[in-house]
T-cell receptor
Framework: LAKTTQPISMDSYEGQEVNITCSHN???????ITWYQQFPSQGPRFIIQ???TKVTNEVASLFIPADRKSSTLSLPRVSLSDTAVYYC????????????FGKGTRLHILP | DAGVIQSPRHEVTEMGQEVTLRCKPI?????LFWYRQTMMRGLELLIY????????DSGMPEDRFSAKMPNASFSTLKIQPSEPRDSAVYFC??????????????FGPGTRLTVL
């Protein structure tokens, strides 16, 4: 499984766009990039997944450059309720039976 | 679907006592995972099952921990005897492996265990 590196913590203010970057230099050809979000006192939940270029859903956007060695999760106009831990994971759902969560990025939104 | 169900939500016990955590995965999911989360170590995978069979238990910290999955709709994680360092939030998650690389795990609400 490819190792990922992401910042331990980030602070931002309400209404701002937040970008969290994850490095995955050893990503394999068939690996997808997945982000999970964990609110306090809850289990992680899937928010977005992508393979290359850009993916957007109602929650976030995921930007993946051509070399795929990094990815950026973008949260538009954050609110206090976006305070959570965000995990970046890399793997192939067809091959990898388990997903390894790291420490994630603790995002703190300030009023 | 009700999602992944875990019980109890909170458990407080004394050192040396046996603790049993329970999980009901989402119907139709063929993989079940047990995780432990602490501030120091983050989210750790303890063990996972495929079609009720344990596949990888390399994350189980020691022999005091055991997990079973007697059928597709029920799993238990048992700690005996419990120790204060076992205090953590224990999550159960399930997923259905498909033919694509898309693989989303669905997590339960967790059981907060406190061992005094």
């Amino acid at each position: 499984l490819a190792k990922t590196t992401q910042p331990i913590s980030m602070d931002s203010y309400e209404g701002q766009e937040v970008n969290i970057t994850c490095s995955h230099n050893n990503i394999a050809t068939n690996d997808y990039i997945t982000w999970y979000q964990q609110f306090p006192s809850q289990g992680p939940r899937f928010i977005i997944q992508g393979y290359k270029t850009k993916v957007t859903n109602e929650v976030a956007s995921l930007f993946i450059p051509a070399d795929r060695k990094s990815s950026t999760l973008s949260l538009p106009r954050v609110s206090l309720s976006d305070t959570a831990v965000y995990y970046c994971l890399v793997g192939d759902g067809r091959r990898d039976d388990k997903i390894i969560f790291g420490k994630g990025t603790r995002l703190h939104i300030l009023p | 679907d009700a999602g992944v169900i875990q019980s109890p939500r909170h458990e407080v016990t004394e050192m040396g006592q046996e603790v049993t955590l329970r999980c009901k995965p989402i119907s139709g999911h063929d993989y079940l995972f047990w995780y432990r989360q602490t501030m120091m170590r983050g989210l750790e995978l303890l063990i996972y099952f495929n079609n009720n069979v344990p596949i990888d238990d390399s994350g189980m910290p020691e022999d005091r921990f055991s997990a079973k999955m007697p059928n597709a709709s029920f799993s238990t994680l048992k700690i005996q005897p419990s120790e204060p360092r076992d205090s953590a939030v224990y999550f159960c998650a399930s997923t259905r492996r498909g033919l694509s690389s898309y693989n989303e795990q669905f997590f339960g609400p967790g059981t907060r265990l406190t061992v005094l």
